[in-house]
């Protein structure tokens, strides 16, 4: 069974200042996709980023990092110098490469505040 | 070019009654899910279809709960006999195919069973 853990549920932040959101999964698969979605206070899941199992490679986008490591399974997720913008609930998630089904697997959220 | 749309966005029924939820997912996109929303749960997934294949009814948590695709395009999700437990946010992505396997997600319908 496919299970992701958000084990932050709460952080507040004041602007600019750098924070990291913790993503550790289980699965038993050996191919698998990770992925983060924003939920802003509007309420429409936003599609962040996908990552690939098999490709450990960090992405950097604009004031967006993430950090994936096979090895401990975790795939963690840096907004540096935040913005107020930036308040909203951010989900992990996973779903396997293979197979009939890529239903996502999503962890609890975790609900960013940022405060000027 | 246009998202995942869903109607209504909000729903208000009587316990009892039967609702249907409908989503129009985004032109092309073979695959398409339903996932429900609530406080307790979180993101639960429903049910998924895939082109012209049997649907993967799994999360479907009771036979109250059914769900159509037509034409491999609209989809509509039909909840008979709401209870209480039912009120929710349902969501609705659709995804290109399975080498894109990113899933858009529509707004939603809140539905408020009392």
């Known amino acids: 069974a496919q299970k992701v853990t958000q084990a932050q549920t709460e952080i507040s932040v004041v602007e600019k200042e750098d924070v990291t959101l913790d993503c550790v999964y289980e699965t038993r698969d050996t191919t698998y996709y990770l992925f983060w979605y924003k939920q802003p206070p509007s309420g429409e899941l936003v599609f962040l980023i996908r990552?690939?199992?098999?490709?450990?490679q960090n992405e950097i986008s604009g004031r967006y990092s993430w950090n994936f490591q096979k090895s401990t399974s975790s795939f963690n997720f840096t907004i540096t110098a935040s913005q107020v913008v930036d308040s909203a609930v951010y989900f992990c998630?996973?779903?396997?490469?293979?197979?009939?089904?890529?239903?996502?697997?999503f962890g609890k959220g975790i609900t960013l505040s940022v405060r000027p | 070019g246009a998202g995942v749309s869903q109607s209504p966005s909000n729903k208000v029924t009587e316990k009892g009654k039967d609702v249907e939820l409908r989503c129009d997912p985004i032109s092309g996109h073979t695959a398409l899910y339903w996932y429900r929303q609530s406080l307790g749960q979180g993101l639960e997934f429903l049910i998924y279809f895939q082109g012209n294949s049997a649907p993967d009814k799994s999360g479907l948590p009771s036979d109250r709960f059914s769900a159509e695709r037509t034409g491999g395009s609209v989809s509509t999700l039909t909840i008979q006999r709401t209870q209480q437990e039912d009120s929710a946010v349902y969501l609705c992505?659709?995804?290109?195919?399975?080498?894109?396997?990113?899933?858009?997600f529509g707004p939603g319908t809140r539905l408020t069973v009392l």
């Open positions: 992505a659709s995804s290109p195919d399975r080498v894109s396997p990113e899933q858009f």
């Open positions: 990552r690939n199992s098999f490709d450990e």
């Open positions: 998630a996973l779903s396997e490469a293979i197979g009939a089904n890529s239903k996502l697997t």
